[in-house]
């Protein structure tokens, strides 16, 4: 069964310092997205995207995050400046149509120190 | 917000018995999802029910739907060891390209 695959699974990186999380969604998929899920919490979302450019945003998704799909397969977040509060388990998620279910990723565990 | 409460907050059941989860939430819909994750893994997709369905199958699961209460439920039959896990319900809103998710009811099953 295809997958939604993320990397890497855990990374810790220090208060200030930027990061990528990478994704590789589903490759016949046209929507994709990311969401966050701070320990014991509920899952977030974060931003959607299609056709490259972002469908909508939540009030998290500040400008301190950006989105990508630079060559057509890979779909990445980057926090410019992360802050400890930035600490949570980022999922990538996507979907062939509009209105059926999500694929998610196993997720990437970001810890900022 | 969207979304509105999952009840029970954790439910603990002997194996073999039928595990009931709840869902509410305040907007209109397009569908509504199920979702499992493992602890600390990622959220697999169980089922989806829209918002012109009232009961749904999958297996051992079966998911109803009543937009008029703006509630759900979830029933695992027969549960298994492995059933243990958070489920969660999320919303589709119509126009909304987003899924807003529940707080959660963690199951545990007793072997």
């Known amino acids: 069964e295809p997958e939604v695959t993320q990397t890497p699974s855990h990374q810790v990186t220090q208060m200030g310092q930027e990061v990528i999380l990478r994704c590789v969604p589903i490759s016949n998929h046209l929507y994709f997205y990311w969401y966050r899920q701070i320990l014991g919490q509920k899952v977030e979302f974060l931003v959607s995207?299609?056709?490259?450019?972002?469908?909508?945003k939540s009030e998290i998704f500040d400008d301190q995050f950006s989105v990508e799909r630079p060559d057509g397969s890979n779909f990445t977040l980057k926090i410019r400046s992360t802050k400890l509060e930035d600490s949570a388990m980022y999922f990538c998620?996507?979907?062939?149509?509009?209105?059926?279910?999500?694929?998610f990723g196993s997720g990437t565990r970001l810890t900022v120190v | 917000s969207q979304q509105g409460e999952e009840d029970p907050q954790a439910l603990s059941i002997q194996e073999g018995e039928n595990a009931t989860m709840n869902c509410s939430y305040k907007t209109s819909i397009n569908n509504l999802q199920w979702y499992r994750q493992n602890s600390g893994r990622g959220l697999v997709h169980l089922i989806l029910?829209?918002?012109?369905?009232r009961e749904k199958h999958s297996g051992r699961l079966r998911v109803t739907l009543d937009t008029s209460k703006k509630s759900s439920s979830l029933l695992i039959t027969a549960s298994r060891a492995a059933d243990t896990a958070s489920y969660f319900c999320?919303?589709?809103?119509?126009?909304?390209?987003?899924?807003?998710f529940g707080q959660g009811t963690r199951l545990t099953i007793n072997p």
């Open positions: 998620a996507s979907q062939n149509r509009v209105g059926y279910g999500y694929t």
């Open positions: 999320a919303t589709d809103a119509w126009g909304a390209q987003k899924l807003v």
């Open positions: 029910i829209r918002s012109n369905e």
């Open positions: 995207f299609y056709n490259n450019e972002i469908s909508e």
